[in-house]
C-alpha cells in the first residue's frame, strides 16, 4: 500500500521540485543548486508537515520555515 502512494506521488513532488527549482534559479539560484535547494526545502517542509500533526503544532512548521530560508540565502551566496 505505501509503495502504491508513494508511487503516485512522485510525479506531484517532481513538478513542485521543477517548479520551485525554477524559481530559484530566476532569482538567481544557479541551476543544479537550484534544483538541490528545491528539493531540500520541500523534503524539509515535508518533515514538519508530519511532525506538525503528530505533536498538534505549528512550532516544526514555523521551525522549518526558518531553516527553509537559511537555506535559500546560503544557495544564492553560493552564486
Do not use: H, N, Q
Not at 537550484?34 to 521551525?63: C, D, H, Y
Amino acid at each position: 500500500m505505501l509503495s502504491v502512494r508513494r508511487a503516485a506521488g512522485a510525479p506531484r513532488r517532481s513538478r513542485w521540485t521543477g517548479r520551485l527549482a525554477a524559481c530559484y534559479a530566476d532569482g538567481g539560484v544557479p541551476g543544479p543548486a537550484a534544483r538541490e535547494t528545491a528539493s531540500s526545502v520541500i523534503a524539509l517542509l515535508e518533515g514538519a508537515f508530519m511532525l506538525g500533526r503528530s505533536a498538534r503544532s505549528t512550532a516544526p512548521v514555523l521551525a522549518a520555515g526558518k531553516a527553509a530560508a537559511a537555506i535559500v540565502r546560503a544557495a544564492l551566496d553560493g552564486r
